[in-house]
């Protein structure tokens, strides 16, 4: 961590981050406390939450992260947690990660199988918060002039990847989501971008996906022959969040090892 980057233009920021107690989100909570960021993070496993906030409560010069406990599926409840940081954060957040998603066993459901109930489920859990979340928080960036968010997507529907059609048509649809917010709170300052990662090494993917096989065909396609770890994936986060990227709205960045070539 010693050797990362640091932004000042992080410091003192407000950042609202989904699915942040574990994998990708929690490397992004402790990474942006350790700029100084005011970090709230929204997520509905209460022993990992709690967990984090103890280890980064624990880092010299990096500022304690509060948890809220949200289920982003539950919009009623997402809604009222944006409204209570907005509240407590000046009427408004400098970031906003949309980073929560489920890929893990619950998804992998062939298309023959998918059911409407399990469909709607997948899109709950992979993209209708991101919608709901942006509409809920990007007003009050828009009124300040300014704000960077920041949505997860995956190369699943660039590879393809097959047997979880669900999650990769939702995650298709964060990129366009994301150029097309991009163009409509361009104009009021608000940048949008997505970051599109590979496969990454979180414990609940090696706990339930990156078995021998799946990893022997990670290794097979990527360019770097080695594990791509949570906290590569939050330091391109930081970097779209932080003024170093100004000039950037509208893209999507892919780290994947060089899995595929572009997006």
Same mark, same amino acid.
């Given at each position: ?11 003192? &920021? ?9 994998? !990708? ?7 942006? /406390? ?11 496993? =209460?022993?990992?939450? #709690?967990?984090?906030? =103890? ?7 990096? %500022? ?5 406990? /949200? ?6 409840? *997402?809604? #009222? /947690? $944006?409204?209570?940081? *907005? ?12 980073? $929560?998603?489920?890929?893990? #066993?619950?998804?992998?459901?062939? %298309? ?27 007003? #009050? ?10 949505? *997860?997507?995956? !190369? ?12 990769? *048509? /939702? ?28 496969? !990454? ?23 770097? &022959? ?38």
């Amino acid at each position: 961590m010693e050797n990362h980057a640091i932004y000042p233009s992080l410091r003192g &920021k407000s950042v609202l981050i989904t699915g942040g107690a574990e994998g !990708i989100g929690a490397a992004a909570v402790e990474l942006f /406390c350790r700029q100084g960021s005011h970090v709230v993070f929204l997520d509905y496993a =209460e022993t990992s939450a #709690a967990q984090l906030v =103890e280890k980064v409560d624990g880092i010299a010069g990096a %500022t304690k992260p509060v948890f809220m406990h /949200c289920d982003v599926t539950d919009l009623g409840r *997402l809604r #009222a /947690c $944006a409204e209570r940081v *907005l509240a407590e954060h000046g009427g408004a957040v400098d970031v906003l990660v949309n980073n $929560a998603g489920r890929a893990g #066993a619950a998804t992998r459901v062939p %298309t023959a199988e998918v059911t409407p109930e399990s469909f709607d489920a997948d899109v709950a859990a992979n993209l209708r918060h991101q919608f709901f979340l942006t509409q809920a928080v990007a007003p #009050a960036m828009a009124a300040r002039g300014r704000g960077s968010i920041v949505n *997860l997507g995956s !190369i699943t529907w660039r590879i393809p990847a097959t047997g979880l059609p669900v999650y990769t *048509l /939702c995650k298709a649809a964060v990129q366009g989501m994301t150029r097309t917010h991009s163009k409509e709170f361009g104009p009021r300052g608000v940048r949008v971008n997505s970051v599109v990662p590979g496969a !990454i090494a979180t414990r609940r993917q090696i706990d339930q996906v990156l078995t021998p096989a799946y990893r022997a065909e990670v290794m097979a396609a990527q360019s770097l &022959k080695r594990d791509l770890m949570p906290e590569e994936v939050a330091s391109l986060i930081l970097f779209l969040a932080a003024d170093d990227s100004s000039a950037i709205t509208g893209s999507s960045y892919v780290i994947d090892g060089g899995w595929v070539s572009d997006v």
